[in-house]
Each structure stands twice: as C-alpha cells, then as structure tokens.
C-alpha cells in the first residue's frame, strides 16, 4: 500500500511539473507569434491602414492641433 501511495506522490508532482511547462510553453507561444508580427510590421516602407488598426487604439487632436496617440501595446503586458 505504501508503494502504491509513493507512486501516486510521485505522478501528481510530475503533472504538476507538466502542467508548469505546458503554461510556459503557451506564454513562450504568445510572445514569438507577437515577436513575428512586430518584426514583420518594423520592416516597412509605407504605413499601411493594417499597421494603424493593429497598434493604434486612437488619436486626439486638440484645438491647439496638439496631437496624442494611444498606442495597443499596453494590453500586451498581461498576456
């Protein structure tokens, strides 16, 4: 019986260590599919309506013709 007990032990702790990895190999995922599209966007010749939608939340222009932009970028840190 203890035997049977130390194996069950040991499974959980290596499902345990699967599911740790499974979680950082997604992360690791979404990290190189937005590396891949910033690199793809960073080599450029013109601007493209694409690029804008992508990165672009908005744009203000004030009656001074001040000019702000809110950039996406802050929704990437939480994954």
Same mark, same amino acid.
């Given at each position: ?5 130390? *194996? ?7 499902? /345990?260590?699967? *599911?740790?990895?499974? /979680?950082?190999?997604?992360? $690791?995922?979404?990290?190189? /599919? ?11 010749? $013109?601007? $493209? $309506?694409?690029?804008?939608? =992508?990165?672009?939340? *908005? ?5 001074? *013709? ?5 950039? =996406? ?7």
């Amino acid at each position: 019986m203890i035997i049977i007990q130390e *194996k069950l032990h040991q499974l959980e702790i290596e499902k /345990a260590d699967i *599911k740790k990895l499974m /979680a950082e190999n997604h992360s $690791t995922s979404k990290i190189s /599919a937005i590396k891949k599209q910033l690199d793809k966007f960073f080599h450029f010749d $013109t601007l $493209t $309506t694409e690029m804008l939608l =992508r990165f672009v939340d *908005k744009i203000e222009v004030n009656e001074n *013709k001040d000019i702000k932009i809110y950039y =996406r970028f802050a929704q990437i840190e939480g994954l």
